[in-house]
């Protein structure tokens, strides 16, 4: 960790007091190095010297204008976009349904290694005592499959975990193959099972903090089967995997039947009484993750620190926490060349792009970003809000997906408003929900909206793979957030509804999940 600090952190503190000669260098470097690109031919890389010269020559982009460049480049192997070819794609969902492939060049990810190098050195300062035992990290797998021209699509979180020393990759529970088991009840399961194994684990990971809600309704509705296969180190369920998977995780699975003696007669299994040795989690903590977050610290040790994963995409890594339960992060200065637009100035369409020395405490903007891997004035549709600063450099915290809002007649509602206001609300409800969904009701939709909200409590034993955005439809005029007037609440069958009513709506937050539970 000493390397770390003086390799990573030092020169990102230092840029910190200078971000403007940080952003400056990193968008130079990237234009320089891919002037010669098509792309960088017809916006004139050669003649660009400032952001602003770089924002004359090269309107806004999104995925869909960059789509004929990363296709042509992925099939015929000329360098359209970037100089340097792709090591591989990583796949994200696009808006249409249509997959985004995202190029993954050796320095963007030699960056990301970077990043992560990093963040170790930060948690291990927060918490050394985190890296004593086991580590239970939920990662991606590094080949998830091939494209039509030979390239391999793959996640970054797997190729990381595959650069790191053996001695680092000998304290995580979960090895890597894990992440190419495609049904994810037997992935679970294998997970758990693996992690059973292993009294002391003193770090968890995830990004989505409902992947851990998951592991724990699993554990506990398969708990007679997990026990069962823990006693005598023999699985049922990972039969129908590949020889060689089911070699690797037997060689994890040793019989350990006064463990599963010991752990059979809890009443519930939590992680705070099946691995009470836990002193940090890492994961998201903001926008409709918080919701799922607030379930999970129950379950967890008292002493356990949450520290925020940051905000990051498969498209780039846009901030690094610093500090347990911070919510915002220093972005990586000299990684990615950032824009930013405030969000009324977006939503009047009359934008004004702003670098990160301008950024304002308390505001919220949309976030741009020009990466080494060919992502040029790329608008992310984030939402972020300036938190405070470190040195000269604003911290961040990601709000919501800019897709997360109504606007009927001129009126505003946005979905980090509607889970303040609902969060504000569940403590006088007494409830503690894994996630919840908001329908706006009108007299024409109301029978409807209720079914539907009744149909999908019904079914919410089974708890997601993921938290649902709140979502929020509607034909009546809304207020914003703020109008809210009061709450009505009942209980239906140990579930809270919620009904919120602004001044000139009805919406209806159903709160639903199998873990949620009344507070004394």
């Known amino acids: 960790m000493h390397i770390y600090r003086h390799r990573h952190w030092l020169p990102l503190e230092r840029n910190a007091s200078r971000p403007d000669l940080a952003q400056r260098d990193v968008l130079r470097s990237i234009v320089s190095a891919n002037r010669t690109t098509t792309f960088g031919r017809e916006h004139g890389f050669a003649e660009i010297d400032s952001a602003r010269r770089f924002g004359e020559r090269v309107p806004v982009q999104q995925y869909e204008t960059l789509r004929p460049y990363i296709e042509r480049q992925r099939r015929t192997g000329q360098t359209e976009l970037t100089a340097e070819a792709p090591l591989f794609y990583a796949q994200t969902s696009g808006t249409t349904g249509t997959p985004k492939y995202i190029p993954i060049t050796r320095t963007s990810l030699a960056m990301q290694r970077g990043q992560q190098a990093l963040f170790s050195y930060l948690q291990f300062r927060a918490c050394p005592s985190a890296f004593d035992g086991m580590a239970m990290g939920i990662m991606g797998a590094a080949v998830e499959g091939r494209l039509d021209s030979g390239h391999t699509v793959g996640s970054v979180s797997g190729h990381l975990y595959a650069s790191l020393p053996r001695f680092i990759q000998s304290k995580f529970v979960v090895p890597p193959a894990v992440s190419t088991i495609s049904d994810y009840d037997v992935k679970y399961r294998v997970i758990l099972h693996l992690a059973l194994a292993q009294p002391r684990i003193t770090y968890i990971g995830s990004p989505n903090p409902s992947t851990f809600l998951r592991l724990l309704h699993v554990l506990n509705h398969e708990r007679e089967l997990l026990l069962r296969s823990l006693a005598t180190g023999v699985s049922t369920f990972t039969a129908a995997l590949d020889p060689s998977l089911q070699q690797i995780i037997a060689s994890r699975m040793p019989a350990m039947p006064e463990r599963a003696a010991l752990l059979d007669n809890l009443p519930e299994l939590t992680y705070a009484n099946v691995w009470p040795d ?162 706006a009701l009108t007299a024409r939709s109301k029978n409807r909206s209720l079914r539907t909200a009744s149909r999908t409590m019904s079914r919410s034993d089974r708890m997601p793979t993921s938290v649902p955005v709140p979502s929020v439809t509607t034909s009546a005029p809304i207020e914003c957030a703020a109008s809210i007037a009061s709450a009505s609440r009942s209980v239906c069958s140990g579930r809270i509804v919620t009904t919120l009513m602004p001044l000139r709506a009805r919406m209806v937050a159903t709160v639903m999940g199998a873990s949620s539970d009344r507070v004394p």
């Open 278 to 439: 836990v002193k940090l989690l890492t994961t998201w903590t903001g926008g409709s993750c918080g919701t799922a977050l607030g379930a999970l610290r129950k379950t967890l040790p008292v002493h356990t620190q949450v520290m925020e994963l940051g905000y990051q995409a498969t498209e780039v890594r846009g901030t690094i926490p610093l500090e347990p339960e911070m919510p915002g992060g220093l972005p990586p200065l000299s990684h990615t060349f950032f824009e930013f637009v405030e969000r009324s100035a977006w939503d009047r369409e009359r934008p004004d792009y702003v670098t990160v020395d301008q950024l304002d405490q308390g505001f919220q903007y949309y976030v741009l970003i020009t990466t080494p891997a060919g992502l040029y004035r790329y608008f992310m549709n984030d939402l972020v809000e300036v938190t405070g600063f470190f040195r000269k450099t604003p911290l961040l915290r990601f709000v919501q997906k800019g897709k997360g809002v109504t606007n009927l007649t001129g009126e505003k509602l946005y979905e980090a408003q509607v889970i303040d206001a609902v969060q504000n609300e569940l403590p006088r409800c007494g409830v503690i929900p894994t996630f919840f969904v908001m329908i």
